[in-house]
């Protein structure tokens, strides 16, 4: 059972021999990774290291890229709407108007006025932040926010988060210094990801001591 739990958690290390040893149910395994780490609150599995390893694989491998074009934003987008019903009823369990639940009416109100005010683009950008992914559509259910306007902006963050981690991969992946660094260019991804964030938090600091 270690085994198993390992494999899981560093899908992105042994994915190859799993291509070798299972084939085409490698695209089902990817669908289920990607859906558990958008769909389960906090679920510590390596979303941007697979889909750059994936997208890699893609050019040495069986691995189609087309077909994981396709299939991996619909498992982004599938986990993160599940997430976000779980929010949404796990939230009303927890809150109570006269505040004698576990949430308090000022949290709830707190966290509704960041998703009226960010909502948007906070859930586009935290797809490319590992933690925040996990969280984002679960707070945006907690909070009541529109359920067609988060899956509206939820469908884009998939969508480019899928698509620029497999491209980078299947372009770059097998580039030995790419390759050997792997984990500062993830980072420098999120880091150039996160920068429109940034810029705008640091504006409205200089706006707000004008």
């Not at 291509?19 to 389960?40: A, K, N, P, R």
């Not at 067609?148 to 963050?157: A, P, Q, R, V």
Request: charged residues 15%; aromatic residues 16%.
């Amino acid at each position: 059972m270690t085994g198993i739990i390992d494999i899981f958690l560093n899908l992105d290390v042994y994915l190859e021999n799993l291509i070798i040893v299972y084939g085409f149910w490698v695209y089902l395994i990817l669908f289920l990774t990607i859906f558990l780490e958008t769909g389960v609150v906090i679920a510590p599995l390596p979303g941007d290291s697979l889909l750059f390893a994936a997208g890699a694989l893609g050019v040495i491998s069986g691995l189609d890229i087309k077909i994981l074009l396709i299939i991996l934003p619909i498992a982004s987008i599938l986990g993160d709407n599940f997430n976000y019903f779980i929010g949404k009823n796990l939230g009303r369990c927890l809150y109570k108007e006269n505040d004698s639940g576990w949430v308090k009416k000022s949290q709830m109100e707190k966290t509704a006025d960041f998703y009226a005010k960010y909502g948007g683009h906070a859930i586009i950008i935290a797809h490319f932040a590992p933690f925040f992914r996990s969280i984002a559509p679960f707070f945006a259910g907690f909070s009541s926010y529109n359920r067609k306007t988060f899956l509206f902006y939820d469908m884009i963050g998939s969508f480019l988060w899928t698509t620029l981690m497999l491209l980078s991969g299947y372009l770059l992946g097998n580039i030995p210094f790419i390759k050997n660094n792997f984990s500062w260019v993830v980072v420098g991804i999120i880091l150039i990801s996160l920068s429109p964030a940034i810029i705008g938090y640091f504006r409205s600091k200089k706006k707000n001591t004008i």
